[in-house]
């Protein structure tokens, strides 16, 4: 075992990039003025540089006269040298450049089904004006599903309806919206004088989203100090499904009020008023826990809170 103490880390014995590129400019143009103007730089600055960099390697590097600069054997030497690292880098940057064009071309993303039928289209509208070469897909689902997916690292930005961001994500609040009772016109509640009471909603068999949906979990959590949902007539995986039941004159149901604006207005569907039950709820923009969304992702985050 060496009992030599703990190395200097290279980034502290090789000068940075910035240096020797300016050393390469000085050795191209023959002046540490014309480099530092090639640099963007005071010739003070450029020759503070120039002198940092002889300290950190220990050799003269650049000799100066009034008739210009010229490098010193050593310095000749360092300059290729750095040649070849600048090129490195240059390849590295190029790289990482291929990376992050590679990583912009693409989106995935996962909703739960009321954000990706009714509030997604318009963001991806205005995302592809934007970014026209960028390609989406999609997946819709609910928000367990959701979950699943970013953890998974099969999606990069997810959006949710649940009552809190799910375990091992971050997330952002960027709309709202609230759960409505709603049924048939020719359902026996629609012609009731008072308000339908929270536990007689909790005591009806009604058509529901399936559990793990963020409308499943609102509900859930709202009615628990009434009881508890009853045995559910029909537990269906899309909205679009369960309005058509209620439509059919199954049963009510509680859904989004953005998935029911237009069979409202066309009284294809009636609200019912609830007494005493509170069923707002926050939508949100989710992520893996301690990766910030990056590139489209993050741009389609801003769409998000722009036109909320």
Not at 73 to 95: I, M, N, P, Q, Y
Not at 104 to 111: E, F, G, H, K
Not at 112 to 132: D, K
Request: glycine share 10%; hydrophobic share 45%; proline share 6%.
């Amino acid at each position: 075992m060496s009992d030599a103490g703990p190395s200097v880390p290279l980034s502290h014995r090789v000068p940075d990039l910035g240096a020797l590129e300016l050393l390469l400019a000085v050795a191209r143009l023959g002046s540490l003025g014309r480099a530092a103007r090639a640099r963007g730089i005071s010739q003070p600055a450029a020759s503070s540089r120039i002198r940092s960099m002889e300290r950190q390697l220990g050799v003269a590097l650049v000799e100066r006269s009034p008739r210009g600069s010229r490098l010193t054997d050593a310095g000749a030497l360092v300059t290729d040298w750095a040649r070849r690292v600048v090129e490195a880098a240059e390849a590295f940057d190029a790289g990482a450049q291929a990376l992050r064009g590679r990583r912009d071309s693409r989106l995935r993303v996962a909703a739960s089904m009321t954000i990706a039928e009714y509030l997604l289209p318009g963001w991806l509208i205005a995302l592809r004006t934007e970014l026209p070469g960028t390609a989406v897909s999609l997946l819709a689902g609910n928000s367990s599903m959701v979950a699943e997916r970013l953890l998974a690292g099969e999606a990069d930005l997810g959006f949710v309806e649940g009552l809190a961001v799910p375990a091992g994500l971050d997330g952002a609040v960027i709309a709202h919206d609230r759960l409505v009772v709603v049924a048939a016109p020719s359902h026996p509640w629609t012609r009731r004088r008072g308000e339908l009471t929270a536990g007689e909603l909790a005591a009806t068999p009604l058509i529901l989203r399936e559990r793990g949906s963020g409308t499943r979990q609102v509900l859930d959590a709202a009615l628990a100090a009434h009881g508890g949902l009853a045995e559910p007539l029909l537990e269906l995986a899309s909205t679009t499904a369960v309005k058509a039941a209620v439509v059919s004159e199954a049963a009510p149901s509680v859904l989004s009020e953005l998935a029911v604006g237009e069979e409202l207005g066309a009284r294809r569907l009636v609200e019912i008023p609830v007494c005493g039950l509170r069923l707002g709820r926050e939508l949100r923009a989710v992520w893996p826990a301690g990766q910030r969304p990056a590139g489209p992702a993050r741009h389609l985050l801003g769409l998000t809170r722009r036109t909320s």
